[in-house]
């Protein structure tokens, strides 16, 4: 038997699916202009799906700070942070994250993935468990998988299921509930005072992951915990520079007194190379800048409200009521629709996710739109009047 035979069924559906000349999996950004838009396939395009929700790619601060640590450092560790890949700088980044959060302790990843699949699979040993959101990422999920704990899993944003699958649970037991502040594909945010006030009941030590929220959420950007006013009953946060910093890494920061103790068990963080002097220099300039971006947080959500507002006036069907962040999901009704309006829609000179199952909850189809705090009002115009354009061409009814 070939080892790949058992991915054929995965290689018949992508086959089965009709795109003309591109698809999801192939796109090439030839040329990126700015923060908000690119040359895809010789067009220029508007960017809304790249997850630059505060527009911090071409902040000039973390441009000018990524080209002297090239000059000043090369361009890599070539070691782990345990070995010979902590310079000053990765010291300085955790401080300046440490402080933004207003923690004692921080850990810098090298990336947000391994920040998630480090944390998790560290903390839940083999007699505890972890709980988490039956909608967690894949990165909560394989850190799962990585680790020795019992996974229980309660509904969706469902604070009455997890509350019963805590009760069921072993009063002395470790427990480590999972929760992210705003899920990736819908775009919802958590019930956060209402689960973390349940499980404090319970006794859990408590992980939120504010990858999706961190930027642009609560007064500081620190995430909807702040935004809710709840971070006092957080004892883990977890998050990524893949998203509002711009970069590439991960982070966890805690007030926990034996959290350095995770520097030499943590096997992800342990075993892999450190981030290049460069990523740590332009994530810090960023983050200081991400303090001082009150106007850009104030931007971000106007463009996700007028988008929200303009798609849902139109007819189309969203995942949320309200705009609760800066990702703006259109649902369609089956994945053979989606394929034809991801590709129009590309055609149309606007560039969205296409996002389907096991990526999103069963039977969801999505067109996942990610709004830019750089977006203009007139841009934000242009991305609905696409989508109509796009609705009319493909035949998708609204309404």
């Not at 080892?3 to 999996?25: E, G, Q, W, Y």
């Not at 850190?143 to 002395?172: Q, W, Y």
């Not at 929760?179 to 209402?194: F, N, R």
């Not at 689960?195 to 408590?206: N, P, Q, R």
Request: glycine content about 10%.
């Amino acid at each position: 038997m070939d080892l790949f035979d058992k991915f054929d069924p995965i290689v018949d559906l992508r086959a089965s699916l009709p795109f003309k000349n591109t698809d999801p999996f192939k796109v090439v950004m030839d040329k990126i202009l700015s923060e908000t838009e690119a040359v895809i396939e010789g067009r220029h395009t508007i960017l809304a799906g790249t997850n630059n929700y505060m527009g911090m790619t071409f902040y000039q601060e973390a441009i000018d700070a990524a080209k002297k640590a090239l000059d000043d450092f090369g361009t890599g560790t070539t070691g782990s942070r345990v070995l010979n890949g902590t310079y000053g700088g990765h010291k300085a980044l955790e401080a300046t994250i440490a402080d933004f959060y207003g923690m004692d302790h921080c850990m810098v990843f090298s990336t947000g993935y391994q920040a998630n699949l480090g944390m998790i699979s560290t903390l839940g040993g083999k007699d505890d468990f972890v709980i988490i959101d039956a909608d967690s990422h894949a990165s909560i999920y394989d850190a799962c998988s990585l680790g020795n704990a019992t996974v229980v899993r309660f509904k969706h944003n469902d604070i009455e299921h997890m509350e019963k699958r805590l009760k069921r649970l072993p009063a002395d037991a470790g427990k480590l509930l999972v929760v992210e502040g705003i899920y990736s594909m819908l775009g919802d945010a958590a019930p956060l005072k209402e689960m973390l006030e349940v499980a404090k009941k319970y006794g859990c030590t408590t992980l939120v992951d504010e990858a999706h929220s961190m930027g642009f959420c609560g007064k500081n950007g620190r995430g909807v915990a702040e935004a809710l006013g709840v971070e006092h009953l957080v004892d883990f946060f977890v998050g990524t520079f893949s998203k509002s910093v711009g970069t590439v890494g991960g982070f966890a920061v805690s007030n926990h007194p034996k959290f350095d103790v995770l520097r030499f068990v943590c096997r992800p963080y342990i075993f892999t190379a450190s981030l290049p002097p460069s990523v740590i220099a332009s994530a810090t300039a960023a983050i200081e800048g991400i303090k001082r971006s009150g106007n850009r947080r104030a931007h971000l959500w106007a463009n996700a409200n007028q988008l929200h507002n303009g798609l849902k006036d139109l007819g189309f069907h969203l995942a949320t009521q309200k705009a609760e962040s800066a990702i703006i999901a259109v649902q369609v009704p089956d994945v053979q629709l989606g394929t034809k309006f991801w590709e129009q829609l590309l055609e149309e000179g606007v560039y969205v996710n296409m996002a389907a199952p096991p990526a999103t909850p069963a039977g969801v189809f999505l067109m996942r739109v990610s709004v830019c705090a750089q977006h203009t009002s007139e841009q934000i115009e242009t991305i609905i009047d696409r989508f109509k354009r796009t609705a009319d061409i493909v035949g998708l009814n609204l309404k």
